[in-house]
């Protein structure tokens, strides 16, 4: 028997047993990996879900079973009863001049430690880097002691102090992001060829046209970057809105997201229904503008 | 800071700058320098100065040496469970949620296909802001609507995973991590794309096996990657606070350390001199990392 079952089943020589073994080690890797992003994802859509369903339903089935009823009714109640747009437009208000002046002035302290090796650049490349990394709760007292004692004309805020004002806030975003993106511009900025810089100055070019004209423009998918990761994080700030402003009407949206939670009930699919609006913009950014978003990350992060 | 540029060559020493290049590194490097003297390192020290004070904020400052510190380790019950919730972070993230980043990004890297859609859904827990993440581990965990007690089914006497004190920190760590595994996950990809392909075909040749070859011959040349994720956990988990905050303010098994620093200043109370000595003691934690941290750039400095 064992003479003749020889020949019909030849024993696999041994790279195709490697290759077997291979194939059954990637349909493991992918298993793992599909389970692992389920999982990740799992809790998103269940966000959606839930925000898509009437509250008794889900009360009484449960959220996990069939929907008898879907309805948009929750994000109508979210935009029009909790006033979810004006919370937007608070958000806009802070991040887009956070942004732009964070970028600017980080670029142009970049610029000035990387490009023109000035004498304390690395002194003043370290500071910007680590007040980055200092703690918020650090800086959060004496910040707020200071901004209730800074008066503002009414035009500027119409509590009269700096307190309780979008400055405060965009002030602080501004101060405390500038460490990160000197981090990364100065690094990125390193890496382009001194030459082109050289050749400006040669044809009596300037500082600020050295910068603005020559380097800023090189800087362009370093700046997209950081734009778009920055954009994200001012967006998604929750401590400094929350410290700084006291009117509920200022709050932006993240700060906002926990005025929808009752004093005493809590509709919770009335806050995933909010949770998913809040969510939205920056998984739509994301997901457009993934490329420039890890750049953003492992500029700062691939050097070292 | 000097704006004098270093006369290190001849050929530098050629360049100087005009009258109208010195206003322009005067504002714009005046600018962001004193933008992050008033927002982060001003209030930095303010706050160290505010520690050694028993201030309300409205009444005269008292200078009160130590006792602030003397209380907060004595006769503050709630400073420890937080330092001990602050350090529980601090190992969850960096033994847990940080080695399963690897192990996802080492996966990825080998190269499986969808690997574009598995970076994608892994990542995207990292663009919503902390305090979306904790309204979503409500929809997970709450009692009596939550996801988890609908999966297994728990409608006896269902857990209460977030209001029980000796579970909930568990299952906040758990959207943290959520989150704090795609971050690692990235940063590490990038890492693995730089990785020399060469040395790893080497330490095949060599008779290396797999597992061999990434902890002796990849995980090394990973360094700068490791050390950034370092950083990161550290700071992540010392300014942990929008999670907690927003599913229980903090309180009843989640205090952290920020909580306890935005309770005694935004609090009735406002214990400013108190607040800041539990601020200090976070700044005095995080400066000791990034001190070593930036010291590793510096020589990084030196040698490029």
Partial sequence: MTVRAAPARPTAPPVPTARRRNRAGRIGVHAFLTAVSLAFLAPLLLAVYASLRPYDETSEHGYFSLPRHLSLDYYRQAFTDSGMMKYFVNTMIIAIPGVLVTLFLASFVAFAVARLRMRGGLVLLMLFTAGNLLPQQVIVTPLYVVFNRIPLPYWMSDSMTMFDSYWAVVAVQIGFQIGFCVFVLANFMRTLPQEILEAAVVDGAGVWTQYWRITLPLCRPALAALGTLQFTWMYNDFLWALVFVSDGDKLPITSALNNLRGQFFTDYNLLAAGSVIVALPTIVVFLLLQRHFIAGLTLGAGKG | ?304
């Fill in chain 2, 1 to 304: 800071m000097s704006l004098i540029p270093a006369r290190r060559t001849g050929r530098r020493a050629a360049r100087r700058f005009t009258g109208r290049d010195l206003a322009v590194l005067g504002v714009l490097l005046g600018i962001p320098v004193l933008l992050d003297a008033a927002i982060v390192w001003g209030p930095t020290l303010a706050s160290v100065m505010l520690s050694f004070t028993g201030w309300d904020g409205v009444g005269d400052i008292k200078w009160v040496g130590t006792q602030n510190y003397e209380n907060l380790f004595t006769n503050y019950p709630q400073f420890w469970p937080a330092a001990r919730h602050n350090l529980l972070w601090l190992a969850f993230l960096g033994l847990v949620a940080a080695p399963f980043g690897l192990l996802l990004a080492v996966l990825i890297d080998r190269g499986v296909r969808f690997s574009r859609f598995y970076q994608s859904t892994l990542y995207m827990p990292v663009v919503l802001s902390l305090a979306v993440v904790g309204f979503i581990a409500q929809l997970v965990f709450s009692r009596d609507q939550g996801a988890l007690n609908a999966v297994i089914g728990d409608t006896g006497s269902p857990t209460d995973w977030l209001g029980d004190p000796d579970l909930n920190i568990w299952m906040v760590l758990l959207a943290a991590a959520w989150r704090h595994t795609g971050y690692v996950m990235i940063l590490y990809l990038a890492g693995l794309k730089a990785v020399d392909p060469s040395l790893k075909e080497a330490a095949a040749i060599d008779g290396a096996g797999e597992a061999q070859t990434f902890f002796r011959i990849v995980l090394p040349t990973l360094r700068p990657v490791n050390v950034i994720v370092g950083v990161i956990t550290v700071i992540e988990s010392l300014r942990a606070f929008d999670i907690v905050y927003a599913v229980n303010h903090g309180r009843n098994g989640l205090e952290l350390l920020s909580v306890l620093v935005t309770d005694n200043i935004i609090g009735e109370a406002s214990r400013i001199g108190f607040g800041s000595a539990i601020a200090v003691v976070m700044l005095l934690v995080s400066l000791g990392f990034v001190v070593t941290y930036l010291v590793q750039e510096i020589r990084g400095e030196k040698n490029r």
